[in-house]
């Protein structure tokens, strides 16, 4: 059925600055990390937001094999010719392998960050975008205000909390659904307006940020039918075009998070990373034979690949 929605009597003379009530969620969006670069050293020790812990847990086992490649070439000399693996210890195999993994993993790290700038792109233009909507019926309605105050503020106070409520609906959407978000005094929308929006989304599995902005273009129509805002037609296009016009902004940011990195690019780049684990100790065990440097730099060259994994997968 169709159903222009409102908000309660009650709520009809409280102002949004002055309202206190917020819906409130379990969970918040993580911040972005906020950092100075004045001095370099706290950035060094800073854990928060950083790849250490994980890539750490990689490179610290091609350590410890270092160490043990050294004591048996130590004891037992013969070893690697033994084993058949006396040619891997040649630099040309490292670096070739090297070579790859390093143009897969910035290949992957270029990538995630155009991702990352694009869909941060999208989000603040789905976001200027609505809120362009809401300015202008607000702005188109002045004139209405000074005969149908009362409802003028009806009006204004209902497409707020629905707008409020679309663009969390829309940040949650994208995320995946692991967040919920505060929103503007949802509940002082009226009953029929909630249980409409709770049977569209949970008994008939519509779209949640498409049902709200369906409600919002009726209530826009509806008010224009009613002389709340007296603009020519062709006027108030503009603002169903900036609705429209949001949406596809939310389309095309789900497009990045529904599209992950191609799976035979990361399990390649596993099996990469996998393989200098082993092969890394087993070169630089070779070409240092000091007890101490080997395992230094063997630590130094895996975190450095990890790391630089994991900073893609995060910009991902």
């Known amino acids: 059925p169709q159903v222009v929605p409102a908000i309660k009597p009650s709520q009809t ?9 917020f819906c409130k ?3 918040a969006l993580k911040d972005m990390i906020e950092y100075e670069e004045d ?3 706290p950035l060094l020790i800073r854990w928060k937001g950083g790849v250490y812990y994980r890539a750490s847990m990689f490179a610290i086992p091609g350590a410890i ?6 004591h048996v070439d130590l004891h037992f000399p013969n070893t690697r010719s033994k084993l058949g693996i006396a040619e891997l210890d040649s630099s040309i195999i490292w670096g070739a392998s090297t070579t790859i993994l390093l143009a897969m993993v910035g290949f992957r790290t270029k990538q995630g960050y155009s991702r990352f700038w694009e869909g941060t792109g999208l989000l603040h233009q789905m976001k200027g975008e609505w809120f362009d909507t809401i300015s202008n019926c607000i702005t188109f309605s002045i004139s209405a205000k000074r005969n149908k105050s009362s409802d003028v503020n009806n009006f204004r106070h209902t497409i707020v909390r629905l707008m409020s409520l679309c663009h969390a609906s829309a940040l949650e959407e994208i995320a995946g659904s692991t967040i919920e978000l505060d929103t503007i005094d949802t509940c002082g929308l009226d009953h029929a307006t909630l249980i409409h929006l709770e049977n569209c989304v ?12 369906h409600l919002i273009q009726s209530v826009i129509t509806r008010a224009h039918e009613d002389g709340l ?15 429209s016009r949001g949406y596809v902004n939310l389309l095309n940011t789900k497009k990045i998070t529904d599209t992950k990195f191609p799976f035979p690019y990361i399990q390649l780049i596993t099996m990469l990373l996998y393989l200098h684990m082993f092969l890394t100790p087993m070169v630089m065990s070779s070409f240092l034979s000091h007890a101490f440097m080997a395992p230094l730099v063997t630590f130094a060259a895996l975190f450095g690949f990890f790391s630089l994994n994991f900073i893609a997968a995060e910009l991902e």
């Open 13 to 21: 003379v409280v102002s949004l600055t002055d309202s206190a009530q």
């Open 25 to 27: 969620g379990c969970g």
């Open 39 to 41: 001095w370099l050293f």
């Open 65 to 70: 094999l270092s160490i043990i490649w050294l």
């Open 202 to 213: 949970e008994k008939h599995g519509f779209n949640k940020v498409e049902v709200i902005l």
């Open 229 to 243: 805002m007296t603009v020519p037609p062709p006027i108030l296009s503009r603002v169903y075009q900036t609705i």
